[in-house]
């Protein structure tokens, strides 16, 4: 009977030699292999081991202190390849200091070219990024100096008189992955990891270039005692494997707690158990946000304002089964999780692979996304993925923003120390803050704004003292908040003029309500309107 190879997280990273590239599967810190990335990091530290590496990751894995965290080591890694940093302020740095090569890909086409790359081809071909910082003709996804006169990883293309982005591929010589059980012959399994992601395709993706597969796992069984169904690595494709020694510290299932057996699906929590979000502007402008709803819509919710609220908020207002809230992990109705454990859920109705959801978000596209707002410019751009030198990275945003149907972008007027007071019907300004959101021309291209337009995409920008939409003139002023003055503390405090709708309307007085609902759901179950018209 075949047997797997079972080694310790020290032998496991020596098999890591100078000069790699290292793919890791994770998100946030879910299905992270720490106990390997812990041991990679000491050795480095002791021995100038392994170094000259080269870090690709789809999605970003870590919670501010773990994670891939451990690779942050200037000389250790020479290049990254990733989507997301916005919760790694080490790789933030030394991307900003370029201390390493940084490039920045969707994070859906990183996750389906493992899929390109497993089957044979030489990349992968897309819409995505067209237009935006990804685009060569703009940055290339370059995201500092040291990286701007490098080769370009995307090409341009056109097939059938249509341009597309080609992905070229990127050849795996190590595939870090995290099971939760395997039996001896190294069958693994995922079922209590609070995501699916896309380890198959990663690791079949090494496979084709000859790499080997490192797998991280918190318990082994008896080979035949795990349902065929469950494995989702065969044994036959992973060289070794680490039994984590320390689970607790090392195999958490999330940043903020070692199991919770309601984020693996295997129970369901008591609705009422999930306590409303307290009121603050955040949960203000998600209130807001949610106007845009409709009865069955497929909902997306990115980082930030999206994901932290608007699920609570769907939950406390009683009309998360009058729609389909989803994340680009891959999960299905439920309430949301946020900030450090970012894409997880309890109470789920589905859950498939990270890059299967990619599939979705980037042909039929979903109905509507919600997403953060760094920065929006004149001509309805909108820039979400870098702010001086700090980039965040594009994470999913890309892939979801250019094919929703309609784009909600959810975030404060300004940035950087505004205050504010919601209180009988009315907003007030306490302090504003010290950043100006709303520029003439937006420092990096997340989100095309005249492609948008072009193509009549449905756009909302939703604030906590105004909203607006793009139509095919630019950026269009479409209601304001009540105890809020037009032109001081709106117009005045933008780089540009926007156009101002003939129809200006005043945010519904319902959203300043802060214990209990706000009254999203009516008797007759359709979503409530929004506000009313200024005289």
């Known amino acids: 009977m075949l047997k797997a190879n079972f080694v310790s997280a020290k032998e496991a990273a020596a098999k890591i030699k100078d000069g790699n590239t290292v793919c890791t599967i994770a998100m946030t810190l879910v299905s992270a292999s720490e106990s390997i990335l812990k041991e990679l990091e000491k050795s480095y530290l002791d021995t100038g081991h392994p170094s000259n590496l080269t870090l690709l990751h789809s999605c970003g894995q870590s919670d501010r202190k773990d994670g891939i965290q451990h690779l942050a080591h200037e000389g250790m890694v020479t290049k990254i390849i990733g989507s997301h940093w916005g919760l790694q302020p080490r790789w933030m740095d030394m991307i900003a200091n370029s201390q390493v090569e940084a490039y920045c890909l969707p994070q859906g086409q990183i996750a389906q070219l493992y899929r390109s790359m497993a089957c044979g081809l030489p990349g992968k071909m897309s819409k995505v990024g067209l237009g935006t910082f990804i685009d060569p003709r703009v940055e290339g996804g370059k995201m500092n100096e040291r990286t701007k006169p490098l080769k370009d990883i ?41 995501m699916k992601l896309e380890v198959l395709p990663a690791v079949l993706a090494a496979k084709r270039y000859g790499g080997i597969v490192i797998a991280q796992v918190k318990q082994v069984v008896q080979t035949g005692t795990i349902n065929p169904k469950d494995v989702t690595v065969p044994g036959v494709f992973i060289d070794d494997i680490v039994v984590c020694e320390n689970p607790r510290e090392d195999h958490r299932q999330t940043s903020s707690w070692y199991f919770d057996p309601s984020y693996c699906g295997q129970v369901r929590v008591p609705q009422g158990n999930i306590p409303p979000a307290p009121f603050n502007e955040r949960k203000f402008i998600a209130r807001r946000g949610t106007q845009e709803l409709y009865d069955g819509a497929v909902v997306n919710l990115g980082t930030g304002i999206p994901n932290d609220m608007v699920g609570k908020v769907c939950n406390e207002e009683g009309v998360s089964d009058d729609i389909m809230i989803t994340v680009e992990s891959g999960i299905y109705g439920g309430v949301q999780a946020g900030g450090i454990d970012f894409g997880i859920g309890q109470n789920l109705y589905a859950m498939i692979g990270h890059h299967e959801q990619m599939d979705y978000y980037n042909g039929a596209g979903v109905d509507i996304t919600y997403m953060g707002l760094g920065e929006l410019g004149e001509d309805g751009s909108v820039n979400s993925t870098k702010m001086g030198s700090r980039c965040t990275g594009a994470g999913g945003f890309i892939d979801i923003t250019q094919n929703a149907k309609k784009v909600v972008f959810l975030g404060t007027f300004t940035a950087s120390g505004a205050k504010y007071q919601f209180a009988d019907g009315r907003l007030t300004i306490l302090q504003e803050g010290k950043i100006r959101k709303m520029v003439k021309q937006v420092a990096q291209l997340s989100f095309n704004g005249p492609m948008a337009r072009e193509k009549g995409q449905e756009v909302t920008i939703v604030t906590e003292r105004a909203v607006f939409c793009l139509c095919k003139e630019g950026v269009e002023l479409i209601e304001i908040a009540p105890g809020i003055d037009l032109q001081t503390q709106v117009l005045d405090m933008m780089d540009f003029q926007p156009l101002i709708s003939p129809k200006l309307m005043l945010m519904d007085e319902s959203l300043f309500i802060q214990d209990g609902p706000f009254g999203l759901k009516l008797k007759d179950k359709s979503l409530k309107i929004k506000g009313k018209q200024i005289d």
């Open 154 to 194: 995307v090409d341009i293309i056109e097939y059938d008189g249509e341009e597309y982005m080609f992905y070229k591929q990127i050849p795996i010589d190590v595939c870090v992955i995290r099971g939760t059980v395997c039996d001896e012959m190294g069958n693994l399994t995922t079922t209590e990891e609070a």
